[in-house]
T-cell receptor, first 110, second 115 residues
Framework: KQEVTQIPAALSVPEGENLVLNCSFT??????LQWFRQDPGKGLTSLLLIQSSQREQTSGRLNASLDKSSGRSTLYIAASQPGDSATYLCAVNSGNQFYFGTGTSLTVIP | KAGVTQTPRYLIKTRGQQVTLSCSPISGHRSVSWYQQTPGQGLQFLFEYFSETQRNKGNFPGRFSGRQFSNSRSEMNVSTLELGDSALYLC??????????????FGNGTRLTVT
């Protein structure tokens, strides 16, 4: 069974800093990986989707990379802003279902 | 396009009762999946429907069931509610589902409290 781990569980940074969130998974036979953000009491907002044949995806200040062989993905956030404060989750698609990590709670301090 | 709509937003039920949650996917999306989110277990997959057929199922007891209608709207039913069923229930839709999943789009969820 696929297991997804996100480290750190919580992160606090000053505004303007660049940061990296990590996601690791145990089974490299994946179809794709998706990064989400979740604001308190709300659903998940899709940030980036990386197909298994891709190495990275970029959207604005966000860049996600995927290394299937090592079972790792990273989400890079450039020039962080207070509005980036949220919980970030990665989800791995394998066996025709998504397996979610427990998330990294990010706080950006003005 | 309108996003994924889940109703109701909040529900309070008593142990032993049953409940039905509704999800309307984004127009044109044929895959609808359901997830349970709790502080202790995180997000766990319940099941996925595609073109009215249940295609995948997570590791939940038979008290949890669902269905999908011809317009892709989906319902989830939980019978004989237990205190541990208190959670945020999230619905997600995608164009394709399956191994070539297009991105998942989530609704804001239904917060179920069982007393």
């Amino acid at each position: 069974k696929q297991e997804v781990t996100q480290i750190p569980a919580a992160l606090s940074v000053p505004e303007g800093e660049n940061l990296v969130l990590n996601c690791s998974f145990t089974d490299s036979a994946i179809y794709n990986l998706q990064w989400f953000r979740q604001d308190p009491g709300k659903g998940l907002t899709s940030l980036l989707l990386i197909q298994s044949s891709q190495r990275e995806q970029t959207s604005g200040r966000l860049n996600a990379s995927l290394d299937k062989s090592s079972g790792r993905s990273t989400l890079y956030i450039a020039a962080s802003q207070p509005g980036d404060s949220a919980t970030y989750l990665c989800a791995v698609n394998s066996g025709n279902q998504f397996y979610f990590g427990t998330g990294t709670s990010l706080t950006v301090i003005p | 396009k309108a996003g994924v709509t889940q109703t109701p937003r909040y529900l309070i039920k008593t142990r032993g009762q049953q409940v039905t949650l509704s999800c309307s996917p984004i127009s044109g999306h044929r895959s609808v999946s359901w997830y349970q989110q709790t502080p202790g277990q995180g997000l766990q997959f319940l099941f996925e429907y595609f073109s009215e057929t249940q295609r995948n199922k997570g590791n939940f007891p038979g008290r949890f069931s669902g269905r999908q209608f011809s317009n892709s709207r989906s319902e989830m039913n939980v019978s004989t509610l237990e205190l541990g069923d208190s959670a945020l229930y999230l619905c997600a839709s995608s164009e394709t589902g399956g191994r070539y999943y297009s991105p998942l789009h989530f609704g804001n969820g239904t917060r179920l409290t069982v007393t």
